[in-house]
């Protein structure tokens, strides 16, 4: 199995960045930021995105500021924790994903992308919990299993993979 990362064979799912969710996170602001980043990134480079919502009714839609980013992306609501039951929606056989929490939900997605034989690839800086050893331990479990971990920058920068790509001055822009 190849770990290079191109545009044309990936989709970023974002999981639950929610009204009620995202403030309650540990460095929320930067958390924001990160998954701008990657949101806006992707988007320039024609990577399709979807979204997840828990129980939408109680924590709220999608954080505007994010889903204003590619408000065409569909959005997927959901009870479980795991986001894995719509991988039939997910036409791409690797899957980027980022959001919230890293301990339970996106944990639970990643674990159930790969038993369903996807890719997974982890944007750690695009993902969040409210208290880091939550965080910490599942990111050292996604590691132990040999789930690639990355940043929102250097996965960016991998999915251009050259200083001559076309929107290389664009990408650049956002990741400063």
Known sequence: MSWRTHADQVELLVVDVQEKLLPAMLGA???????GQLIAGCVKLGIPVSFTEQYPKGLGKTVDSLKKLSPSSP?????????????ERLTRKKIIVAGLETHICVRQTIYDLI??????VVV???CGSRFQENKDLALSEFAADKILLTSAE???????????HPQFKEISALVK
């Open 115 to 120: 038993m369903q034989r996807k890719t997974v």
């Open 75 to 87: 959005v997927f609501e959901k009870t479980r924790f795991s986001a894995g039951e719509f991988n």
């Open 29 to 35: 602001d930067v958390l924001e930021k990160r998954l």
């Open 154 to 164: 250097a996965l960016l920068f991998e999915l251009l993979s050259d200083a001559e």
């Open 124 to 126: 750690a800086d695009a």
